[in-house]
């Protein structure tokens, strides 16, 4: 398949059976909102199909469970930074679970790998990359000229201007970017630059490393405010410290935007993923999701939340009326149908062209509608509704379109038609009304 790197600006061709995944996991202070579940949604999305072609995938996430926020939260709730970042661990798996996204094969907490991140920065200052002030320590982008801006596409003296970097007369070059903090606020370590705490950037830097052997992996992702200087600096630290890439495609997600502004904790402007299940469900989101292309800003409205709705009580109908034709109509033999399964994967290939796939299940749906209602091809009906099935599951939909049915509903079934046959109208809305009840009809 094909999938857009923001490193090269173009697509990549990623034809391995063994793919490798990193993605930049939360910092546990908070519930997480709907906008952080688009990368999550996204990269389910992408290993559930890699997994339905039979390709293996290792996915390792991070959880950043040492951070300045964790601290301030503690102070604030006047409890451990331990117990707000369990806690909040706790929920970010539980709404994943909710979620229905699958664990990646590894989630590690950052606190675990505090000894391996100063040997980390030791060698960088040993190879001559990092430099310690007074106990702070700053990775040297001086030296990595033109390497430094090639993912986020801009020259040093662009980033400096563009982005505001913050002018600290400690530095060599306002975009050397810390590895060490000297600090004596909330949970410290020794070092040998002294007492403080590693900086985020070396978090992720350290633990693909370590995790996938100093190799380059596949793909790396996380949301477009990542792109810088995030992941510009997760990607210079490992170039520096292993000679060679991070990662050799670099995904990136537009942000879920609320009336055209950023979803954002710092903003207020939330609605937290607990809530959205409450108050809708997760096919409903990840529905939502897959209707844009996935680099794309995707504007939250109440039309989007609607047309979701719809999608899902056709589907509903779709299913009562397949249950129906199962127990009534006659099977004949498989005739030649359509592969849509083909048409999805071709689409999926194309750097996951998921708004394209929804409308391939629209045609798939329209398809089954009209065989269902020529009353005869059965077969023909559940060759395309297993190949339905089979999409919306490969997308991380769930719970849809069960129709095995108890015995004795079946009987019921077969009953209410023979009413009808024998022009027993009234009978038959009697039974009607009960199979109604059991979602039957
Ligand atoms: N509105 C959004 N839309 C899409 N992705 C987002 C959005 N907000 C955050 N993300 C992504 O969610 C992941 C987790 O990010 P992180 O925990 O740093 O959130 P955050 O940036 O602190 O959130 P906030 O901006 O609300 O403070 C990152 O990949 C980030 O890019
Ligand atoms: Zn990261």
């Known amino acids: ?10 697509k990549s061709l990623l034809q391995q059976k063994a793919v490798t995944i990193y993605s930049c996991g939360p910092t546990v202070y908070n519930y997480i909102h709907i906008g952080n579940a688009r990368p999550a949604i996204l ?88 430099y310690n002030v007074d106990g702070d320590v700053y990775f040297a982008i001086n030296k990595w000229k033109p390497e430094y801006g090639e993912l986020s596409g801009r020259k040093p003296e662009e980033l400096i201007s563009g982005e505001r970097v913050e002018i600290d007369l400690k530095k060599k070059n306002p975009l050397d970017f810390s590895l060490w903090k000297k600090t004596n606020v909330g ?25 996938f052997n100093g190799k380059t992996i596949d793909i790396h992702s996380g949301g477009i405010d990542l792109k810088f200087p995030h992941h510009e600096n997760e990607r210079i630290q490992y170039l520096a410290h292993n000679q060679k890439e991070l990662s050799c495609i670099w995904m990136h997600n537009g942000h879920l935007n609320l009336n055209d502004q950023k979803m954002s904790k710092s903003i207020g402007n939330v ?14 989101l990840r529905w939502i999701f897959l209707s844009t292309n996935y680099k794309q800003p995707l504007n ?24 129906l034709s199962k127990t009534i109509f006659e099977r004949i033999e498989k005739s030649n149908i359509k592969n849509y399964v083909k048409d999805f994967e071709q689409a999926m290939d194309n750097d996951l062209n998921t708004s394209l796939v929804l409308s391939i299940i629209e045609e798939l749906i329209k398809h089954i509608n009209q065989l269902v209602n020529q009353k005869v091809h059965f077969d023909c009906i559940f060759t395309l509704f297993g190949q339905l099935k089979h999409i919306l599951e490969t997308l991380g939909f769930t719970d849809l379109l069960n129709v095995e049915i108890k015995e004795a509903d079946e009987i019921k079934l077969k009953k209410w038609n023979q009413l009808i046959l024998d022009k027993k109208f009234e009978q038959a809305d009697v039974l009607r009304a009960k199979l109604e009840k059991k979602g039957l009809m």
């Not at 559930?48 to 040492?66: E, G, P």
């Not at 040998?192 to 370590?210: M, N, Q, S, V, Y």
């Not at 607990?274 to 096919?283: G, Q, R, S, V």
Request: hydrophobic share 40%; aromatic share 12%.
């Open 1 to 10: 398949m094909k999938i857009y790197n923001s490193l090269t600006r173009n």
């Open 43 to 130: 990269m389910d999305v992408l290993v559930r199909f890699l997994k339905s072609k039979n390709i293996t995938v290792d996915y390792l996430q991070n959880i950043t469970d040492i951070d300045d926020k964790i601290i301030a939260k503690a102070i604030e709730e006047n409890k451990t930074e331990k117990e707000i970042s369990k806690f909040y661990t706790k929920a970010y798996l539980d709404d994943l679970k909710s979620l229905n996204i699958f664990m990646p094969n590894k989630l590690e907490p950052i606190s675990k790998h505090i000894d391996k991140m100063i040997i980390f920065i030791n060698d960088l200052i040993e190879q001559g990359y990092a």
């Open 187 to 211: 949970k410290t370590w020794n070092s040998p630059f002294g007492e403080g705490r590693p900086g985020w950037h070396t978090e992720c830097a350290l633990l693909i490393e370590d995790y």
């Open 271 to 284: 609605f937290l993923v607990k809530d959205f299940i409450k108050e809708y469900n997760a096919n409903i």
């Open 300 to 323: 939250l409205t109440d039309d989007l939340i609607e047309q979701a709705k719809k999608f899902f009580d056709k589907l509903e109908n779709l299913r009562k009326k397949v249950i």
